[in-house]
């Protein structure tokens, strides 16, 4: 399995993509729709919401 394989696969990693691509409920709060899909503490569910702005930040 490739490095990137592996770092896409972590669950903080999905969110924080699943957020940069925008299917987030923008009317709902953004930890618990993280918690609730990818099973996430409040601490990962935050780690996931600041990688999804390098996610953004390196796409420009």
Not at 4 to 9: C, I
Not at 32 to 53: I, K, N
């Amino acid at each position: 399995m490739s490095a990137d394989a592996a770092k896409s696969e972590n669950p903080v990693n999905l969110a924080a993509n699943w957020l940069a691509t925008g299917s987030a409920d923008r009317n709902k709060a953004l930890v618990p729709q993280l918690q609730e899909q990818f099973g996430l503490t409040a601490l990962q569910a935050v780690q996931a919401m600041r990688e999804s702005r390098l996610v953004l930040a390196r796409s420009h």
